[in-house]
């Protein structure tokens, strides 16, 4: 019973905020890398489709995204939501889920500090 209180209170303690970039001795380091210049059009339209649940669209960019940088957390991210939302209708597991499933593993891996941004 106390590990798993334990375990509980740190998943539900309040996590830290990102660096502030324009904060006196962030370094570039801390940052979560930004996709390269050939992904970043791919993803910006990806984004814009996604708010729109125009989730075929926005898989097709965020594929491109991740051809032009396939080791992108942000792409990976992304692309495993998209995934996810477009097996949501379902309540059990299915191919996009698992998809959605490997591609966020994928995006821990690359960068554990991602925090998504959908206001880009």
């Known amino acids: 019973m106390l590990l798993a209180t ?19 001795g ?4 801390e940052l979560p890398a ?16 996604f708010k729109k649940r125009r989730f075929a ?5 965020f594929e491109k995204a991740e051809a032009a940088d396939p080791q992108s957390a942000a ?7 998209t995934y996810y939302k477009m097996g949501e209708p379902s309540r059990r597991m299915n191919a996009n889920k698992e998809k959605a499933k490997e591609l966020f593993a994928k995006a821990f891996g690359l ?3 991602f925090r998504p941004s959908w206001g880009r």
Do not use: N
């Not at 669209?57 to 960019?61: G, K, L, P, Q, S």
């Open 6 to 24: 334990v375990l509980l209170s740190a998943a539900l303690a309040p996590q830290a905020p990102p660096p502030d970039p324009a904060a006196p």
């Open 26 to 29: 962030v370094t570039a380091t």
């Open 34 to 49: 930004p996709p390269s210049g050939a992904a970043a059009p791919h993803l910006d339209a990806g984004i814009a489709a």
């Open 57 to 61: 669209a926005a898989r097709a960019e």
């Open 75 to 81: 792409v990976a991210y992304y692309l495993g939501y």
């Open 111 to 113: 960068d554990p500090t």
